[in-house]
């Protein structure tokens, strides 16, 4: 064929790139089946004991924390992004629709540091927040936002939401409205409509958002750094502790190893019951 | 009326959803002109003395600096090997494309701090932590997935017609490849390229284990500095970057269509 210099030309750059990957995650797994010997950075020999670790506590704690705080991200951001997604699609009005995208995706390009610094100002004691409840009279004393896992959850909701609503508009865009109208003219109310064609269209998009959320969330490591303050340890936090403060490297390695895991374990799992959904609510022609 | 409380409560739950969305924005760059060291809302005067630190300290300037060097290496690496990496899944069919392409769409599921660790490791066994080529590698890898999605899309729009005739003409598969594909693919191409600077630019994670002290990047050398330091410096500095993202964005979208870009375009 004569397409096939180009082929290669195209193909021996990927490779390349997939292979110096490979090599990285690798190196992960390799570390987390090595020795630690205090004071060093060298690595021993092979051994189990970095893995049988996980069982203490702590760690054990910091993956069931994890999990939580991203059910829970994934299930705010979605409810919250829906509307938004809705209104950026379908609004007419062009100002609106400009002023929707700008404002819904820019946070995604500001960077994790100043998203997380910001909502550090936001919660603190004497953050925005709580002057303006007092301000206001509605509380006396300060509310704990700042390390806490309500705030860690407050901020990585809107630090994922343009995310989400780029996957949930994506999703809407494609419904056909004829279906709505349809709806419409034989009597269904618009709540009916939404709930009964709207959402059930959308599913794929909505499933394809809470998956990529979760393993978004789980991998989250400055927002659980400043805001959870030592005191709401999600998998990276161990990680980066573990690695850089006690030198652990391999223990560092195979608590990598097992984040790594969770995320795609995560993903299959839900993979799994998003394939049942969809068959529940498609709709069958 | 029955439609008018309904479209009453949606538009003011999308205006609590936008407040909320862009509060803490708000709240950076009315913190960035506090006068004081010590934070307060709201701020007692008006002043740029954080401003005036922010683009005076040492660590900011080499680390922006560095932040400009990684980005522009691993965007335009990333951009070349995100359009081969389109081109490949999108004209060739071959046997491990499935496998390829999952492997280069990993880095979005992987953690960055796992990426991040696994490069520096990697960059040990190497050799070569503590120069540009490791986060430079690093940020190809972690961008590469958001490049190739953008160029994708926009090499769907062009259609495979257009290249057949080209060759019918004449042309060889780079010419046709250079003189007919590239050119109809351009605004997916500046969309991708943006997107992965931004991207690079503002990475944070995996540069946190990839960088040291003379190769740390902005978000590492701000990282660094709340840790050490409360006052309103990164304020200001978080306000310039926000102001010029959000510029960039509104640019990007007069000229590029971001919702092109996005394929969120209603039929």
């Known amino acids: 064929m004569q397409t096939r210099p180009l082929f290669f030309a195209l193909l021996l750059p990927s490779i390349v790139i997939a292979a110096v990957f490979l090599f990285a995650l690798a190196e992960i797994l390799q570390y987390s089946f090595r020795e630690f010997i205090p004071g060093s950075l060298d690595v021993g020999g092979f051994t189990w004991a970095n893995f049988a670790r996980i069982n203490r506590p702590i760690y054990f704690y910091a993956i069931v924390d994890t999990f939580w705080i991203a059910l829970l991200t994934s299930l705010f951001t979605l409810v919250m992004s829906y509307p938004l997604a809705y209104a950026l699609v379908r609004t007419e009005?062009?100002?609106l629709r400009t002023l929707l995208i700008i404002a819904a995706i820019t946070p995604l390009f500001t960077g994790e540091i100043v998203r997380t610094y910001a909502w550090m100002l936001l919660l603190g004691t004497e953050g925005m927040i709580n002057t303006l409840l007092k301000s206001l009279g509605i509380i006396d004393t300060s509310l704990t936002l700042m390390y806490t896992r309500l705030g860690v959850v407050i901020a990585l909701v809107q630090f994922a939401m343009p995310v989400m609503i780029i996957l949930l508009a994506t999703a809407i865009s494609h419904v056909n409205t004829d279906y709505e109208k349809a709806a419409a003219n034989l009597g269904a109310s618009p709540?009916?409509?939404f709930w009964r064609v709207t959402v059930p269209l959308t599913m794929p998009g909505i499933i394809a958002g809470f998956i990529v959320i979760c393993a978004w969330t789980m991998s989250a490591f400055a927002t659980p750094q400043l805001i959870g303050g030592g005191k709401i340890l999600m998998i990276s936090n161990v990680v980066y502790l573990t690695g850089f403060s006690a030198l652990?490297?391999?223990f560092a390695a195979t608590m990598s190893v097992v984040a790594l895991v969770s995320a795609f374990g995560a993903l299959a799992v839900m993979k799994a019951i998003s394939t049942r959904i969809e068959r529940g609510t498609a709709l069958h022609s | 009326?029955?439609?008018?409380w309904r479209a009453l409560l949606f538009w003011t739950l999308i205006s609590a959803l936008l407040v909320y969305m862009t509060l803490p924005a708000f709240v950076v760059i009315m913190a960035s002109f506090n006068p004081g060291e010590v934070l307060s809302f709201p701020p007692k005067g008006f002043s740029v003395r954080w401003y005036i630190k922010a683009v005076t300290y040492p660590d900011f300037q080499i680390a922006f600096r560095n932040g400009i060097i990684v980005a522009a290496f691993a965007s335009t690496l990333a951009l070349v090997l995100g359009a081969a990496v389109a081109l490949l899944v999108a004209r060739y069919k071959f046997q491990g494309r499935g496998l390829l392409?999952?492997?280069?769409?990993?880095p979005l599921i992987v953690p960055?701090?796992?990426t991040g660790f696994g490069f520096l490791l990697l960059g040990a066994h190497l050799d070569i932590n503590q120069t540009y080529l490791i986060i430079i590698i690093a940020h190809v890898v972690l961008v590469l997935p958001f490049v190739t999605r953008a160029i994708h899309v926009s090499l769907q729009n062009v259609d495979p017609n257009l290249e057949r005739a080209a060759a019918n003409l004449g042309a060889s598969p780079?010419?046709?490849?250079?003189?007919?594909?590239?050119?109809?693919?351009?605004p997916g191409l500046a969309g991708g390229w943006l997107m992965a600077a931004i991207l690079s630019l503002t990475e944070f994670s995996a540069s946190l284990y990839v960088t040291a002290s003379r190769t740390q990047t902005l978000p590492v050398a701000m990282y660094n500095y709340i840790r050490e330091y409360t006052d309103p410096t990164i304020a200001?500095?978080?306000?310039?970057?926000i102001v010029a993202t959000t510029l960039i964005m509104i640019v990007a979208n007069h000229f590029l269509g971001l919702r092109k870009i996005l394929a969120i375009e209603p039929r």
């Open chain 2, 174 to 186: 780079l010419k046709s490849l250079l003189r007919v594909t590239v050119p109809l693919m351009l």
């Open chain 1, 93 to 95: 009005r062009n100002w």
């Open chain 2, 236 to 241: 200001a500095i978080s306000a310039l970057l």
């Open chain 1, 248 to 250: 652990n490297f391999p």
């Open chain 2, 1 to 4: 009326m029955k439609m008018d």
């Open chain 2, 101 to 106: 392409e999952a492997i280069l769409s990993a």
């Open chain 2, 112 to 114: 960055h701090f796992t």
């Open chain 1, 191 to 193: 709540g009916r409509v």
